[in-house]
T-cell receptor, first 117, second 112 residues
């Protein structure tokens, strides 16, 4: 049981380049999330998907797009990378079957360390 | 007021000490509460849920005060391995889903 898998783990981009961060979960969770974490800023929600076929903006969506490809996969795309997008990106999922407590816990991928130069 | 606020620390405590972390949240519609632990350069991992009646897991005790919108985490008999950043997390209804909102975290260093 892999949990939440993110690829790539590390990436260096030049300003203006595009890339897609991939995320997949095998826990049959309904909800998936993308966060970024910067020093002193904590985890900030970029986008989330409550269920397959739906996506919503979080706290810091500008410069990003997402696709909920199916129940398992939720990708994050940077169309034109900027140095301000240098960060650690975490994908998470939650909301599988079970009791209330189980339903709301989130599980994280190992993160993608992105540097934009 | 930020949705979830924590004292950033750092808390530097000797082994064996008791340390308490506090957290406040602003959205009264919040329904679920958690403490996560994050080690340096690693992903956050669930430490424990927080229930209204208070709950304990070994050396860790979590408490919730809904009236004051306040959450706490108490660590007794601190170990070197407890050194990490502790994140207060609140889960509230969002647009058709439940959104997790994280505090910025409190850094704990347990010193030999």
């Amino acid at each position: 049981n892999a949990g939440v898998t993110q690829t790539p783990k590390f990436q260096v981009l030049k300003t203006g380049q595009s890339m897609t961060l991939q995320c997949a979960q095998d826990m049959n969770h309904n909800s998936m999330y993308w966060y970024r974490q910067d020093p002193g800023m904590g985890l900030r929600l970029i986008y989330y998907s409550a269920s397959e076929g739906t996506t919503d903006k979080g706290e810091v969506p500008n410069g990003y797009n997402v696709s909920r490809l199916n129940k398992r996969e939720f990708s994050l795309r940077l169309e034109s990378a900027a140095p301000s997008q240098t960060s650690v990106y975490f994908c998470a999922s939650s909301g599988g079957s079970g009791n209330w407590d189980v339903l709301k816990k989130a599980f994280f991928g190992q993160g993608t360390r992105l540097t934009v130069v | 007021r930020k949705e979830v606020e924590q004292d950033p620390g750092p808390f530097n405590v000797p082994e064996g000490a008791t340390v308490a972390f506090n957290c406040t949240y602003s959205n009264s519609a919040s329904q679920s509460f958690f403490w996560y632990r994050q080690d340096c350069r690693k992903e956050p991992k669930l430490l424990m849920s927080v229930y209204s009646s208070g709950n304990e897991d070994g050396r860790f005790t979590a408490q919730l005060n809904r009236a004051s919108q306040y959450i706490s985490l108490l660590i007794r008999d601190s170990k070197l391995s407890d050194s990490a950043t502790y994140l207060c997390v609140v889960n509230r209804p969002g647009a058709g889903s439940y959104q997790l909102t994280f505090g910025k975290g409190t850094k704990l260093s347990v010193i030999p």
